[in-house]
C-alpha cells in the first residue's frame, strides 16, 4: 500500500509520465486541458456579455437617430474596414493553425503560425493608427470634441476651434460661453440673389496677422500688425459637375488659392430665431460664416485672424419667394415649363455627405471609438499572449501532451475576430 501511494505521488510531482507542465492536482493531461477549456469559455462568455452593452448602444441609437449612422457612416474609409477584416481572418486560420501544429509536435509550424499572428495583429493596430490620426486632425472625435473640419463630400467648414490644416474661418468660439462671439452673419442681410442655390454674398475679405498680448490680470491685448486681402472667391462645386469630373467628363480649371466662401455649419453658426417667427411658424434665419481655404494642409495659429466686411443684400421691390423657380422669358420655340429633375437615391446620399452633420452626430463618434477602442484592446492583449506563447514555443514547452495554452489563446482570438466581424458592417457598411 505503501509503495503505490509513493508510486501515485511519484506521478503527480513529475507529470504524469508526460509534459513537466501537467499540474499534480489533475488526473491526467486530458484533464487539465478540459479543465482550462471550461474556464476559457466562461471567460469568453463574459467577454461577449461585456461588448454586448456596446452593441445595444448602437442598435438605441441607430432606430432613434439613422440620419446619423447615413452621415457620418461616409467619414469612414471602407478599404481600411476591410484590408483589417482579411489580415484578422487570416490570423484566425494561422491561431488555429499553430493549435494544430502543437498538436503535431511540428515545432518550427508553431513558432511560424504564433509570429505570422502576431504580424497580423501589429497591421490591424497600425491601419487603426492610421484612421485614428486621421480623425484626430480632422477632429472627428468623441463627445464636445466633435468639431469636424470637412463633411464627407470634402466640403471644408467653418469650427469651433478654428484651427483645422489648410483652412482659417473668422469665428471666434467662446468655449466657456458655449457660443459664437464674432465672425457669424445673417445670410438673408448679404445674400445678392436668394433664389440661387447657396448664399451669394459680396465680401472684402482680409487675412490679418495679430499679436496677442496678455497682461499681469489676464486680460488679452489683441494688436493687429499687417492685412492681407484675398479677392477669390471659392468655387462651390454642384452636384452635377461634382458627377461629371467623377465619370472623367469636362473639368474646371484649377482653382486659385487663397479663395473664401460662406459656409454654413449650424452647430457653429446657429440659426437665429425669435419670438415672433415662432409663433408664426416659420422657418429660422440661417447663419454663415467666412471660411478662408488655403489649398494646403499647413496649420495656422492664434495670431492668424480673418475679417470679413459684407455688402448688405439690396433691397426687396417685390416679396420673393426663395422656394420658386427664377423666372425664365419666354423664348420662341422653346417649352416654358422646365422638368424638373427627381433625385435619386445615391444623388441624396451625395448631397447629404456634402452638407453640415446633423444634430448629436458626436454620439455616432462615440461609439465607434468605445467599440472599435474597446476591440483594439483586446488586439493588444492578445499580441501581449501571442508574444508569451512564442517565447514558450521557443524554448520547446508545448508538446502533443500539453498545448492548452495555445488553443485556449487561439479560442480568445477567434472571439476577438468574430466581433470585428460584426463592427465591420455595422459601422462602415450599413448606412
Not at 38 to 59: C, D, M, P, R, T
Not at 229 to 256: M, V
Request: aromatic letters at 12%; a negative charge.
Amino acid at each position: 500500500m505503501s509503495t503505490a501511494h509513493d508510486a501515485h505521488h511519484d506521478d503527480h510531482g513529475h507529470g504524469h509520465h508526460g509534459s513537466r507542465f501537467i499540474q499534480h492536482h489533475y488526473d491526467d493531461a486530458q484533464h487539465q486541458f478540459d479543465a482550462g477549456k471550461l474556464g476559457i469559455w466562461i471567460f469568453l462568455a463574459q467577454e461577449v456579455l461585456f461588448f454586448s452593452a456596446l452593441f445595444v448602444a448602437y442598435i438605441l441609437y441607430r432606430v432613434h437617430h439613422g440620419e446619423l449612422y447615413s452621415y457620418a457612416h461616409k467619414y469612414l474609409d471602407v478599404k481600411y474596414g476591410a484590408i483589417n477584416t482579411a489580415i484578422l481572418i487570416f490570423s484566425s486560420l494561422t491561431a488555429a493553425w499553430a493549435v494544430r501544429c502543437a498538436q503535431r509536435n511540428e515545432r518550427a509550424g508553431l513558432i511560424l503560425c504564433l509570429a505570422t499572428t502576431i504580424a497580423c495583429a501589429f497591421g490591424f493596430l497600425g491601419i487603426k493608427y492610421i484612421e485614428y490620426s486621421h480623425k484626430y486632425h480632422e477632429q472627428l472625435l468623441f463627445g464636445r470634441y466633435f468639431d469636424p473640419c470637412v463633411s464627407p463630400g470634402g466640403n471644408e467648414f467653418i469650427t469651433k476651434s478654428n484651427d483645422c490644416p489648410g483652412s482659417k474661418g473668422s469665428v471666434h468660439w467662446d468655449f466657456g460661453a458655449g457660443k459664437a462671439t464674432e465672425g457669424c452673419y445673417e445670410s438673408s442681410t448679404i445674400d445678392q440673389d436668394p433664389q440661387t442655390e447657396g448664399v451669394q454674398a459680396d465680401c472684402q475679405v482680409f487675412e490679418t496677422k495679430v499679436r496677442i498680448a496678455r497682461g499681469a490680470d489676464g486680460k488679452e491685448t489683441v494688436t493687429e500688425t499687417s492685412r492681407k486681402p484675398i479677392a477669390e472667391r471659392c468655387h462651390e462645386w454642384s452636384l452635377e459637375e461634382a458627377e461629371a469630373e467623377a465619370e472623367g467628363g469636362k473639368q474646371e480649371a484649377p482653382e486659385k488659392f487663397p479663395c473664401w466662401k460662406p459656409s454654413y455649419q449650424p452647430a457653429v453658426c446657429p440659426d437665429l430665431t425669435d419670438a415672433t417667427a415662432r409663433a408664426k411658424g416659420t422657418a429660422a434665419r440661417p447663419q454663415v460664416g467666412i471660411l478662408v481655404e488655403y489649398g494646403d494642409h499647413e496649420e495656422r495659429g492664434e495670431d492668424i485672424v480673418i475679417k470679413a466686411e459684407c455688402k448688405p443684400a439690396p433691397k426687396v421691390t417685390k416679396e420673393l419667394d426663395i422656394l420658386g423657380t427664377p423666372e425664365h422669358p419666354m423664348q420662341l420655340g422653346k417649352p416654358t415649363i422646365v422638368k424638373s429633375h427627381e433625385l435619386t437615391t445615391h444623388e441624396r446620399h451625395e448631397l447629404e455627405a456634402m452638407g453640415p452633420p446633423p444634430d448629436h452626430t458626436n454620439m455616432f463618434f462615440t461609439i465607434y471609438f468605445a467599440m472599435t477602442g474597446l476591440h483594439g484592446i483586446h488586439v493588444f492583449a492578445g499580441i501581449l499572449v501571442f508574444m508569451w506563447l512564442l517565447i514558450r514555443a521557443l524554448k520547446g514547452h508545448f508538446t502533443p501532451d500539453y498545448f492548452g495554452p495555445i488553443d485556449y489563446a487561439a479560442l480568445y482570438w477567434h472571439i476577438v475576430d468574430l466581433i470585428w466581424i460584426f463592427l465591420f458592417p455595422l459601422l462602415y457598411l450599413i448606412h
